[in-house]
């Protein structure tokens, strides 16, 4: 079992920058790549971002694609989600999950292939 924990989400100004940050413990970290979606009000889910399991790699949603960053530090057992210039239709909950590595370049968007999620945190981007 793999337990993810998100934080560093709150209330922001347009074009603000903030940290999000995905802890895990229980399982060897290492073998999981990991993806961040988000989930607004009265809307699907949908994909974020991913890393690879050795952080060579990182795929992005358009929307975000230059704004927002990817990482991850295997020491700590955590990733990161750094978001820049944000704007209010940033506004959701976002939530890291875990995918196995095997399964990164097939299904990275797929939130459905992803075996562990967090509890997610709520990130609202207002003036």
């Known amino acids: 079992q793999l337990q993810l924990v998100e934080s560093g989400g709150g209330l922001v100004q347009p074009g603000a920058s903030l940290r999000l940050s995905c802890a895990a413990s229980?399982?060897?970290?290492?073998?999981?790549?990991v993806g961040w979606f988000r989930q607004a009000p009265g809307k699907e889910r949908e994909f974020v971002g991913a890393i690879s399991a050795g952080a060579d790699t990182t795929f992005y949603e358009d929307s975000v694609q230059g704004r927002f960053t990817i990482s991850r530090d295997n020491a700590k057992n955590t990733v990161y989600l750094q978001a820049n210039s944000v704007k209010p239709e940033d506004t959701a909950k976002y939530y890291c999950a875990a995918l196995y590595q095997h399964l990164f370049y097939s299904d990275y968007a797929r939130d459905r292939q992803y075996n562990y999620w967090g509890q997610g945190t709520q990130v609202t981007v207002s003036s």
């Open positions: 229980g399982r060897a970290f290492t073998v999981f790549a």
